[in-house]
């Protein structure tokens, strides 16, 4: 089994900044390749969203509310990946899951970003 591990959220006044990271534990031995990690939210009452994604060839996209505010970047272990945000707003308030996608999709428990104005 793997496990995608999240850590980093919590509660920040508007204009304020959070890291997030998130590693694959567990059985990481089995994957044969990653194609992909990234970052997704879900606000109470809405779909879940993707916020930003980054390929194994370094390849990035964001959700347009995130550009320019957010990175989204992989460690050294290619099963990491964070996602630096700045310049935060409430209505960035929501649950972050991490994804991970290989031949399987893996993701996390969440952890949830408060940002109060």
């Known amino acids: 089994q793997v496990q995608l591990v999240e850590s980093g959220g919590g509660l920040v006044q508007a204009g304020g900044s959070l890291r997030l990271s998130c590693a694959a534990s567990?059985?990481?031995?089995?994957?044969?390749?990653?194609?992909?990690m990234g970052w997704y939210r879900q606000a109470p009452g809405k779909q879940r969203e993707l916020v930003a994604r980054?390929?194994?060839?370094?390849?990035?996209n964001y959700v347009d509310s995130a550009k320019g505010r957010f990175t989204i970047s992989r460690g050294n272990a290619k099963n990491t990946v964070y996602l630096q945000m700045n310049s935060l707003k409430p209505e960035d308030t929501a649950v972050y899951f991490c994804?991970?996608?290989?031949?399987?999709?893996?993701w996390g428990q969440g952890t949830q970003v408060t940002v109060s104005s």
């Open positions: 994804h991970m996608a290989t031949t399987t999709d893996y």
């Open positions: 567990g059985s990481i031995f089995s994957i044969i390749s990653i194609n992909a």
């Open positions: 980054i390929t194994s060839g370094g390849s990035t």
